[in-house]
């Protein structure tokens, strides 16, 4: 409603300006009524039911390749809604505008749902049948994006079938740019090996800003 409103009040010849969200994939309408980890989730200490967050839509130009939803993202039904969701824009150069356009960036984690807590109060990892489920269709329907940004040990592991430590897979990345980078989670628990690691920020994240800039204004650009 708000969409036609403000639609209404634009004139005809420019109203192809405003920028469209594609339309919902039947694929993400049948993954959001997914509910496979109900029972497994119900186990967990913070014993929630499935929430999947469905962030994409083919299109896109960037894929943010991700682990799983947090806490915070459980409630609020949107990717990257907390401190962690910050530091990754900031590393992209984009703020939440562009983040949240779903015809410019898809958000694909190795899982949908938020995984849970253990009794120890320590993140549960992605459930593999989310993955094995899900993603191979998820990427056959986004097609080959120009840019893909891997977050995390679990998506490095999928992508790219690293299987050593995320340092010496983040540090190796000039042998996958500029269509691919592994980066560390942007989760605060990172904070120590960002300050070990310099080359990340001074080396890496300017690379990584000129290629998002570069995918997000040239929409011809196949590469
Ligand atoms: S984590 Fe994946 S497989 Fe499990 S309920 Fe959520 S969408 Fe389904």
Same mark, same amino acid.
């Given at each position: 409603m708000?969409?036609?409103?403000?639609?209404?009040?634009?004139?005809?010849?420019?109203?192809?300006?405003?920028?469209?969200?594609?339309?919902?994939?039947?694929?993400?309408?049948?993954?959001?009524?997914?509910?496979?980890? =109900? $029972?497994r989730?119900?186990?967990?200490?913070t014993?929630? /039911?499935?929430?999947?967050?469905?962030?994409?839509?083919? +299109? &896109? *130009?960037?894929?943010?390749?991700?682990?799983?939803?947090g806490?915070?993202?459980?409630?609020?039904?949107?990717?990257?809604?907390?401190?962690?969701?910050?530091?990754?824009?900031?590393w992209?150069?984009?703020?939440?505008?562009?983040?949240?356009?779903?015809?410019?960036v898809?958000?694909?984690?190795?899982?949908?749902?938020f995984?849970?807590?253990?009794?120890?109060?320590?993140?549960?990892?992605?459930?593999?049948?989310?993955?094995?489920?899900?993603?191979?269709r998820?990427? =056959? $329907?986004?097609?080959?994006?120009?840019?893909?940004?891997? /977050?995390?040990?679990?998506?490095?592991?999928?992508?790219? +079938? &690293? *299987?050593g430590?995320?340092?010496?897979?983040?540090?190796?990345?000039?042998?996958?740019?500029?269509r691919?980078?592994?980066?560390?989670?942007?989760?605060?628990?990172?904070?120590?090996?960002?300050?070990?690691?310099?080359?990340?920020?001074?080396?890496?994240?300017?690379?990584?800003?000129?290629?998002v800039?570069?995918?997000?204004?040239?929409?011809?650009?196949?590469?």
């Open positions: 708000v969409y036609l409103a403000l639609a209404a009040q634009i004139p005809r010849g420019k109203r192809n300006m405003v920028p469209d969200t594609p339309a919902e994939t039947q694929l993400a309408k049948d993954i959001r009524a997914c509910r496979l980890c =109900a $029972e989730f119900a186990g967990t200490a014993a929630h /039911v499935p929430r999947p967050v469905v962030w994409f839509r083919p +299109g &896109a *130009r960037v894929l943010i390749a991700g682990q799983a939803p806490a915070r993202v459980h409630q609020t039904g949107r990717p990257f809604t907390d401190p962690s969701g910050d530091r990754l824009r900031d992209l150069g984009i703020g939440e505008d562009i983040f949240y356009d779903l015809s410019r898809a958000v694909v984690p190795m899982a949908f749902c995984p849970g807590y253990d009794n120890k109060g320590s993140d549960l990892p992605p459930p593999p049948i989310c993955g094995r489920t899900w993603h191979n998820v990427m =056959a $329907e986004l097609g080959n994006l120009p840019l893909v940004v891997l /977050v995390g040990g679990h998506a490095h592991r999928y992508h790219l +079938g &690293a *299987r430590p995320v340092t010496e897979t983040v540090a190796a990345w000039r042998d996958h740019a500029p691919v980078f592994a980066l560390p989670h942007p989760s605060w628990r990172n904070t120590g090996w960002l300050k070990k690691n310099p080359w990340f920020q001074t080396d890496l994240l300017p690379v990584l800003r000129a290629r800039k570069e995918v997000l204004h040239d929409p011809g650009n196949p590469d």
